[in-house]
């Protein structure tokens, strides 16, 4: 492993003492400060060949320190630590020449490997361009899982590569394509928005690439389609894999060469747009099943996003909760709080439906609710029997239903507790419903179901043979 000289720049003694210990037993030298004030003392003294900082300072900004490195010292890798979990935070480090960005809490073997990899090559930090300091967040959540996103997205703002969001529905995906756009150079160009899904087949073409006059039946006058709207801007291809095979050529023809002509037209028009598409599905079965182009697959997945379910960032719940509740009084409607059992019966329901489900049940509450202050009692009433099924699990133990099974199977075929074919049978009735249940939890992507499960996926895939499971018609059926 490579070592090298660390600065560390923290005003929190025990974060201090915990990550120092942490790198001088990976095998680098460290170096403390507490303050912009010491960090300048340490810098004039000797260059480190790592510098960690945290963002707030009692007498500075590390962003600024991090920006102010690049500028003066761009070869020195800079990883900014940062308890201000926002996606603010996120693009100002990345957009500051951050080497790398960590949000509080972190684990610290993964703050050694970011360390040995920058010590390994240089940072190539491109600022985009600046922001003002307190933009308003497009996206909200200071979980774990969302500071994965927020760092990819960091990442790519200032460039245009392509962006494929997968994730359920009601996860915010478009919310994720317009931070994108609203955060990059192309942010004064328009942000063009178009459901592949909600489109009928023979007019998709039209759509994405506009018609001439007299093209076809009905076409009395020419007509600009959405990647001439979005000219210089963002297109964000919604449901992307619910896009016909057909047209899925005709979009892979533009990826490729960057132009397109209008349906019935002649004239080849640049393609001057970032494309962020979006899915709910998991493409590549979509692949394997024929039912999407592998080659458009990779086009579009050059940068992968995964948004989490609502289910696995829970506690970002009270936080968006009380966050659609403010925007519901912006609105006009009364203003509404939360009591304490109400945010505890919040986090303990599964949200099918997501952040969407979340924001349509505030709204509805910030309406319908007498009181000014919400109770449990009034959400698990407006949410109905789900809740009270989410907030108080069932009573019957795996052991109970194994129980239950072995007597019913005694009843109906008594041979079958002396053939051998027992302990198969029993597997056969839990594997089932486990791989469907785990196929829903995570928005049909076999993936992350059969890390879940604890398979490897080409497992996974047998077993879905065997068993006749389509993940594409349950995710549909959803």
């Known amino acids: 492993m490579t070592t090298g000289d660390v600065l560390l720049v923290d005003d929190d003694v025990a974060i201090r003492t915990v990550i120092a210990h942490a790198l001088r037993r990976a095998g680098h030298s460290v170096r403390t400060a507490a303050s912009l004030t010491d960090f300048e003392r340490e810098i004039r003294q000797a260059t480190p060949d790592v510098l960690l900082t945290d963002v707030v300072l009692p007498d500075g900004d590390g962003i600024d320190i991090a920006a102010r490195m690049a500028a003066e010292l761009p070869q020195l890798p800079v990883i900014v630590l940062s308890a201000r979990n926002t996606l603010t935070t996120a693009v100002r480090a990345n957009e500051a020449g951050a080497y790398d960005y960590l949000p509080k809490p972190f684990d610290l073997e993964t703050l050694t490997r970011t360390v040995a990899a920058a010590l390994q090559r240089a940072a190539a930090a491109q600022p985009a361009a600046e922001l003002d300091d307190d933009p308003a967040l497009p996206l909200i959540g200071r979980s774990p899982a969302m500071q994965e996103v927020y760092r990819v997205v960091a990442r790519v703002v200032s460039n245009d590569l392509t962006v494929l969001v997968a994730g359920e529905s009601g996860t915010g995906k478009e919310l994720v394509a317009r931070a994108i756009h609203d955060l990059g150079p192309r942010r004064a160009a328009p942000f063009v928005a178009i459901n592949m899904a909600a489109i009928p087949r023979d007019l998709i073409e039209a759509e994405l690439f506009g018609h001439e006059r007299g093209a076809f039946t009905g076409a009395a006058q020419r007509a600009a389609g959405r990647f001439e709207q979005a000219a210089g801007g963002t297109l ?243």
């Open 236 to 478: 964000f291809l919604d449901e992307i894999g619910d896009m016909p095979i057909e047209a899925q050529t005709r979009l892979l023809r533009v990826l490729q060469s960057g132009e397109f002509t209008t349906v019935g037209g002649v004239r080849t028009i640049r393609a001057d747009v970032r494309i962020v598409a979006a899915t709910n599905r998991d493409l590549m079965t979509a692949v394997a099943s024929g039912h999407f182009r592998e080659d458009l697959f990779y086009r579009l997945n050059v940068v992968p996003i995964t948004l989490p379910s609502l289910r696995e960032r829970r506690g970002d719940i009270a936080m968006l909760a009380r966050h659609f509740l403010d925007r519901a009084a912006e609105a006009g409607l009364p203003r509404k709080t939360l009591d304490n059992g109400a945010i505890e019966l919040l986090e303990q329901h599964d949200w099918p439906g997501n952040v969407r489900q979340l924001e349509n049940l505030m709204r509805r509450l910030a309406a319908l609710s007498r009181d000014d202050r919400i109770a449990a009692g009034e959400i698990a009433q407006m949410l109905g029997d789900g809740a009270a099924s989410t907030a108080q699990p069932t009573d019957i133990a795996i052991d109970t239903a194994v129980r239950a099974f072995v007597d019913r199977l005694a009843r109906s075929e008594p041979a079958a507790l002396d053939d051998g074919t027992l302990y198969d049978r029993l597997l056969a009735e839990v594997e089932r419903p486990l791989i469907e249940a785990m196929l829903a939890r995570h928005g049909g992507n076999q993936l992350r179901a059969a890390r879940a499960i604890g398979l490897n996926r080409n497992t996974l895939r047998k077993r879905l043979d065997t068993l006749g499971i389509d993940p594409i018609a349950r995710q549909a059926v959803r």
